[in-house]
């Protein structure tokens, strides 16, 4: 991808921002630099809603760490958050928590036109790939990379609610293992 592309597409803020201008559905997101800010954010503002804590950068202890929030009380909830290594340097997402299933893809795009697409079931470990048609996601995907006009390698990851609807959590521009689904192909 263009290296603009690249940039704004692997930070989940910016990337839920881009889909969100798009009309493309994403978890309602907040890019956060100090845990003094979910100490104080207004939950009440979004009755029903659970929420996580998510490093933008890649994090292999704490992107496993899915604690909804807010905890039960303020204080729980800001000891929580400072627990976390949330800085200018390191911001994090206050992600709106999304249940349903999870799907991953891999997509080759070139001038704008989505020309190779894999979707699957996504998994805790991704080695055993089954194409699943899903028109929804790829309606999306393709959406995107029309509007960006997007040359590369971009992957996705999707979860589908119980009624169906979808939202991108995030994007990973570059190759995805999916890819291997198209072994012989």
């Known amino acids: 991808l263009d290296p603009d592309d690249l940039e704004g597409l692997d930070d989940k803020a910016s990337f839920a921002a881009l889909a969100t201008s798009l009309d493309l559905p994403v978890p309602l997101t907040h890019r956060v630099t100090d845990p003094a800010q979910v100490a104080e954010f207004d939950f009440a503002a979004h009755p029903g809603v659970r929420w996580v804590l998510k490093s933008i950068a890649y994090d292999p202890v704490n992107r496993l760490d899915l604690t909804p929030l807010p905890l039960a009380t303020p204080e729980g909830t800001a000891a ?4 976390k290594p ?3 340097d390191n911001p994090w997402l206050l992600q709106e928590l999304v249940d349903g ?4 893809t891999h ?7 989505l020309r ?7 998994s805790a470990f991704q080695v055993n790939y089954t194409m699943v048609d899903h028109p929804a996601i790829e309606a999306w995907v393709t959406r995107l990379v029309e ?6 390698q971009v992957s996705f990851d999707f979860l589908e609610r119980a009624d169906g609807s979808i939202a991108a959590i995030e994007c990973n521009p570059r190759t995805h293992s999916a890819i291997t689904m198209f072994h012989r192909h």
């Open 80 to 83: 929580f958050a400072a627990s």
């Open 86 to 88: 949330i800085s200018d």
């Open 101 to 104: 299933t999870e799907y991953c």
């Open 107 to 113: 997509g080759t795009a070139r001038d704008g036109r």
């Open 116 to 122: 190779v697409w894999a979707c699957c079931a996504s």
């Open 147 to 152: 509007e960006r006009k997007l040359t590369g």
